[in-house]
C-alpha cells in the first residue's frame, strides 16, 4: 500500500522556552509567528494528511488558533519526539511526520520524499550536500550514510558526511518504543535525540534532497528570515 491509501499525520513539537531565542516559535516581525510558516511547508506537501502543532503553552496554543492551525496540548517533555508521543496517542494514523517548528523555508517536496523512503523501517529522514561554511560549523549536525541509511550522526567535521535535515518519519508504534528506552550515552553527549534509535540498533532510511535553507536557531537568524520574506 502507498502512501497515497496511508493517512500521514504532520505534527509539530513547540515549546515557548528556548535557550538561545525565547519565545522563537511565535516571533512575528514579519507579520505571522514563525511557527505558521512551518505548518504552511507542511500543508503543501503532497503526501501529508492532517498538520497539528503539539505544545505544552497556551500562549503558542492560542497563536495557531489564530491561523486556524489545529492544536494538540501535551505534558511537558525535554525532546520533541517525547511530545510527538504523547500527541500521537489520540490520532488515528499509518504514519507520523515530525517537522521542525524553526524550519520555514523547507521545500515541502523534502518531507514527500522521506515519507516516500520510509517503508518499512521504524523511521525515516532526509539529508543533503554540506555547503563548505557548515563543514566545520557544530550547529550543523552530519549523517554518515551507507547504503541508503543513517548509521551516524555528529556534530563534527566528517569526511563524506552529508547535512542533516531536521524532518523525522515515524512508523506511529515506533515513538511509543523510542520514549520507553533509556536515553543513550551519545544522545546526551551529541545533543541528539536520534541517536537513542541508532544505538538500540534501529534503522534510519534516507531521502537524498536538493541543498535546503537552514533552520533558524537564532534572533540573527530569525532577523535575516524576516529580511528575506518581506
Keep these: 500500500m502507498g502512501w497515497m491509501a496511508k493517512k500521514v499525520v504532520a505534527i509539530i513539537p513547540a515549546r515557548l522556552d528556548s ?14 509567528p514563525l511557527i505558521q510558516y512551518a505548518w504552511e511547508v507542511a500543508k503543501r506537501a503532497k503526501t501529508v494528511t492532517d498538520v497539528y502543532i503539539a505544545t505544552d503553552s497556551e500562549e503558542i496554543a492560542t497563536r495557531v488558533r489564530e491561523f486556524s492551525g489545529e ?19 489520540e490520532l488515528n494514523c499509518d504514519i507520523v511526520v515530525n517537522m521542525q517548528g524553526d524550519e520555514p523555508e523547507l521545500d515541502p517536496l523534502v518531507i514527500d520524499a522521506a515519507v516516500n523512503v520510509l517503508g518499512d523501517s521504524v523511521m525515516a529522514t532526509a539529508v543533503c550536500a554540506l555547503q563548505e561554511d557548515e563543514i566545520s560549523n557544530e550547529n550543523v549536525v552530519k549523517v554518515i550514510v551507507e547504503e541508503k541509511r543513517a548509521v551516524d550522526f ?19 508504534d515506533f515513538l511509543q518504543t523510542y520514549v520507553e528506552m533509556q536515553p543513550t550515552q551519545n544522545e546526551v553527549s551529541r545533543r541528539l535525540e536520534q541517536m537513542r534509535a541508532i544505538d538500540n540498533g534501529y534503522s534510519i532510511a534516507v531521502a537524498f534532497v536538493e541543498p535546503q535553507p537552514g533552520g533558524i536557531d537564532t534572533r540573527e537568524q530569525y ?8
Design 154 to 172: 555528529t556534530r563534527q567535521t566528517q569526511e563524506g558526511s552529508y547535512r542533516h535535515i531536521g524532518l523525522y518519519i515515524y512508523q506511529p
Design 19 to 32: 535557550s538561545r531565542f525565547p519565545a522563537k516559535m511565535i516571533a512575528d516581525m514579519s507579520g505571522k
Design 71 to 89: 492544536v494538540i496540548m501535551t505534558g511537558e517533555h525535554l525532546n520533541g519526539t517525547s511530545r510527538i508521543a504523547e500527541a500521537v496517542e
Design 223 to 230: 532577523e535575516e528570515f524576516v529580511t528575506r520574506v518581506l
